[in-house]
């Protein structure tokens, strides 16, 4: 009996895991075996690709239509933008991602699709399949960008929301002229948030509006409302 390949195979898992990289980085079911070909001419071809491709397909649905779970701390909504490779056009989308976090402290990517901008009708599209398989949880964080916030108000509407500290710090950085205030605003920002009281976080960002007020500005403006 092989050491190498389980019983009834005849390529390793990890020659699977190299051909799905291959294939994701924009080769074709047909280019990959012959990418391949000097070292596994006798078991590769475009057919054994593209059903290597097809039990992914079913694997990724499986995943997208199981249960959700019911009791989350919170969860992270973002979106990031990615290059994909369709008909041998490279094209941009964005892919909105769901972060959940549970009472225990495990994190779990709960859902995620493709689409062509943060608008509220795909970000409600999201939700509404998540709140569909059961998903509910105390709080949403996320960036204010797009439509999150409309969108939430549909499945979601009594949950409470957080703004992302990670990006609200971010815009507060690119509204800064001075380059060398950005590390003592970076520093002034989080004494704020690691507050041991809400008075006490309240009295801290009022000292940084008073700090800042003159010599940054736009960034206190953006702190203000944003």
Request: aromatic content about 8%; some cysteine; proline content about 3%.
């Amino acid at each position: 009996r092989s050491r190498l390949l389980e019983r009834y195979k005849r390529r390793a898992r990890q020659l699977d895991h190299a051909l799905l990289v291959w294939y994701l980085q924009g080769e074709s079911c047909r280019d990959v075996p012959r990418s391949l070909q000097p070292w596994a001419e006798d078991i590769l071809s475009a057919q054994s690709v593209s059903r290597l491709l097809q039990t992914v397909d079913e694997h990724l649905l499986a995943w997208r239509q199981r249960p959700l779970p019911s009791e989350l701390v919170a969860v992270w909504l973002d979106g990031f933008s990615v290059k994909v490779r369709l008909k041998h056009k490279v094209r941009s989308y964005t892919i909105l991602a769901a972060l959940g976090r549970h009472p225990d402290g495990r994190w779990e990517l709960l859902s995620f699709r493709l689409a062509e901008s943060e608008s509220e009708r795909r970000w409600m599209e999201l939700l509404h399949q998540m709140h569909r398989r059961g998903m509910r949880t105390e709080l949403f964080i996320h960036d204010g960008a797009g439509g999150i916030a409309e969108a939430l108000r549909w499945d979601y509407p009594m949950v409470r929301t957080q703004r992302c500290l990670i990006h609200k710090l971010s815009n507060i950085l690119d509204a800064v002229v001075l380059e060398n205030h950005r590390r003592t605003i970076k520093r002034d920002f989080w004494l704020i948030y690691n507050a041991a009281t809400l008075t006490e976080a309240q009295e801290r960002f009022h000292l940084f509006c008073r700090t800042w007020n003159h010599r940054e500005p736009r960034a206190v403006h953006i702190a203000r409302a944003d």
